[in-house]
């Protein structure tokens, strides 16, 4: 740390997540990916710009800090842990301001896609062997 510089004030979890410890859904996993919506898009993510008016514009006047930080980061898409390793902050943490952010239509996620089946895999490859 710099001299002169004061640190930011450690805020306790319960403090950013408004007392609770679940996020409002389940899905949302260290794995799971974030990313910015544009709430007056057709669907797009950040509607096709790369500036942050959108989405900060559309927050409540009430958003946290750690809200707007975290609609700053998924203007590009991050996984929950990468989020939560740029802010400082706790998975538990992240995923609960996440939620609110999904909730509130500010924030899109993609669930990580599902494990494929060995046997699967196993067959593939079988079928590759017998090419070569």
């Known amino acids: 740390m710099e001299p002169g510089v004061e640190p930011d004030p450690v805020v306790p979890v319960y403090v950013i997540t408004h ?7 389940n899905t949302l996993q260290p794995e799971t990916l974030l990313l910015a919506a544009d709430p007056g898009a057709d669907g797009h993510p950040d ?9 900060d514009r559309a927050l409540p006047v009430t958003a946290t800090r750690e809200q707007v930080a ?3 980061l998924c203007q590009v898409q991050l996984s929950v ?13 992240v ?9 509130g239509g500010h924030l899109i996620f ?14 593939v490859l079988d079928g590759l062997r017998n090419l070569v």
């Open 19 to 25: 007392g609770r410890a679940a996020p409002t859904r």
């Open 47 to 55: 509607g096709g710009r790369s500036s942050l008016r959108g989405p």
């Open 70 to 72: 975290l609609l700053r």
């Open 81 to 93: 842990a990468e989020v939560a390793a740029y802010l400082r902050l706790p998975v538990s943490a």
């Open 95 to 103: 995923t609960v301001v996440a939620a609110d952010l999904i909730d």
């Open 110 to 123: 993609r669930a990580p896609a599902s494990r494929t089946d060995l046997e699967i895999l196993k067959e």
